[in-house]
Every structure is written in C-alpha cells, then in structure tokens.
C-alpha cells in the first residue's frame, strides 16, 4: 500500500495529466487548461485571485520560464510548491493556542477531511497520455 505522501504526489501528477491532455501537447498545460485547472482545481488556494483570468494568466506568465506560453511539469510543480509553503505558514498562523507543534486549517477548506493513508481504501487506477499510460494498483 502506498503512503500518503506517495498518493498525494501520484494525486498532484494525475491532476496534471488529467488538464494537459485536453488540448495540443500532451505533456504541457497551455492558458486555456491552466485557467481550468486553477478554478476547478485550487478554488480555496486562489480566492484572492478571484477566479480573474487575468489574474490567473500573471500567475501562468510567472511560472513560464522558457516564455513558451504554457507550463511543463516542472514549471507546474513549482506553483504546487509556492502553493504549499503558503498553505504551511496560514496553518501555523491559524494554529490553536497551546503548547507544542500543532497546525491549524490552510488555504484549503477540507478542514480535516483529507484522507490519511489509514483511510484509504485499496484501489487500482490509471492515467493515459500521449500513446505512453500509467497504471497504479494500492
């Protein structure tokens, strides 16, 4: 069985694929998937951005060091690592008082109700793109 952080990593590379196959190059997010992905996809992480596509397509400007007008993976996986430190330091800053390391919410609102690797049934599942796919079984 995987862990949680194997899942949670196989869960971030799978969103990916899942917007970057829909149009053009299959291993990259062009604007119009990106756009999608952030509104589906990070609706809590983003508020401040208020679903603005302008917004939106700075982030995407930013992120785009080759100035190729779309994200690879690599370029993507630093958004969900800028993505993450934010959500750790709102955590700690909504922490309950006490003593000890104790986190409150982040950004997302799952306020607790993300599955731990305990809680994870066992399921097989698989992602396909560009003639070459992945399948996983837990």
Same mark, same amino acid.
């Given at each position: 069985m995987s862990? =949680?952080?194997?899942?949670?990593?196989?869960?971030? !590379?799978?969103?990916?694929?899942?917007? *970057?196959?829909?149009?053009? +190059?299959?291993?990259?997010l062009n604007q119009r998937e990106f756009i999608q992905m952030v509104k589906k996809e990070l609706p809590n992480f983003l508020k401040k951005q208020k679903r603005d596509e302008t917004k939106i397509n700075h982030i995407l400007e930013e992120l785009d060091t080759?100035?190729?007008k779309e =994200?690879?993976?690599?370029?993507?996986?630093?958004? !969900?690592?800028?993505?993450?430190?934010? *959500?750790h330091e709102?955590? +700690?800053?909504?922490?309950?008082?006490?003593?000890g390391h104790s986190h409150g919410p982040g950004f997302g609102e799952s306020r607790g109700t993300c599955k731990s690797g305990t809680e994870q049934p066992g399921h097989g599942h698989g992602h396909s793109h560009g003639g070459h796919g992945h399948s996983h079984n837990h």
């Open positions: 862990s =949680l952080m194997e899942c949670s990593l196989e869960t971030i !590379i799978n969103i990916f694929h899942h917007y *970057s196959t829909r149009l053009e +190059h299959h291993d990259k080759n100035g190729d =994200l690879n993976f690599e370029e993507f996986s630093v958004l !969900i690592a800028r993505l993450t430190v934010a *959500s709102e955590m +700690h800053k909504n922490a309950p008082p006490g003593v």
